[in-house]
């Protein structure tokens, strides 16, 4: 496209709703044609986001009353459940990224098994692009539907795709170990989510192989390794706003993990390996659309550790949205998500 695209963003009043204003403000080829929330209907955008007050955007409203008939891109950044059902009704013409779980997974009987409800619309699944950005390239441009992945199942796809696609760590000896943000659990209010609940602490959940996201995992690694792969995954909440730290420790040769990961992101704009014995941050991250990989050894040989980290609001949601939103619409990658990392 050479003339700028008109954007529709459902779910403006979340998080990552408010990430994708952020991120398309900057944009020179995106228009903010319409922006609903349902709870929050006929309210400035100022109000529910003061800090995008200074931005000129539609007033929030729901989603029937949008008119799709001018609209290029629809950003679903709705909760699970809901896109599958208003993706079917859309008109052919526009373009979908859903930042949601909604079409993730490629089955719908491992999609009902892990979010415990029947796929609304498995007639238009197979239709649906993993959104991986860096690894689904070339499908994800001639996509019409791009489903976006989980931010904590990206942050360790980035740490050991390359090393399963390759070879040089045992897939059966794999264990992930999480710590990611109080945002990556949503704008709702929940109990366990006051200030007083999580300030100071840090909590292990959906332990036990319970994690939706290993849904995901288990799609994406047995496709690489040609059988059947499941990995060991604890997730833990720490008292930070956002960003994502995998630590994965692997069965393999150190050099050769390191050796491979900085092949593997080489040409990568937006993925960073870092020299080997370097471990990354959360606060390296913080804000941008960037992935830092480290990679160590340990005092018995054999074994290996890498860590990646992202933010997961852009690169693990809004960021990855817009970068596969611009391949879509054939615009450069990297257009709008450009910003280096906030610090401190």
Known sequence: MSKPANIAILGASGYTGAELVRLISTHPLMVIKALSAE????????????????????????????????????????PHGLSQAIVKELPASVKVVDLGADFRLRDPKAYEKWYNRPHDAPEIQPNAVYGLTEFYRGQIKGARLVAGTGCNAATVQFALRPLISSGVIDVDQIVCDLKNGISGAGRGLKENMLYAERSQDVMTYSYGGKHRHLGEFDQEFSALAGRPVEIVFTPN????????????????????????????????????????????????????????????????????????????????????????????????????????????
């Open 237 to 344: 909440l720490v008292p930070a706003n956002r960003g994502i730290l995998a630590t994965c420790y692997l069965r393999g040769d150190a050099n050769e993990v390191h050796a491979c990961l900085e092949k593997s992101y080489a040409d990568e704009d937006f993925v960073i390996t870092l020299p080997f014995g370097e471990m990354p941050k959360m606060s390296d991250v913080q804000g941008s659309n960037y992935v830092h990989i480290g990679v160590a050894g340990d005092r018995m040989p054999g074994r290996v550790m890498v860590v990646a980290t992202l933010d997961n609001l852009t690169k693990g949601s809004s960021g990855q949205a817009l970068q596969n939103a611009n391949l879509m619409l054939g615009f450069d990658e990297m257009t709008g998500l450009k910003l280096a990392p906030v610090f401190p």
């Open 39 to 78: 709870r929050k209907a006929g309210q400035q955008m100022a109000a529910v986001f003061p800090h995008l007050r200074h931005l000129d955007l539609p007033v929030l409203s729901k989603i029937d009353e949008i008119d799709f008939g001018g609209i290029d891109l629809v950003f679903c950044a709705l």
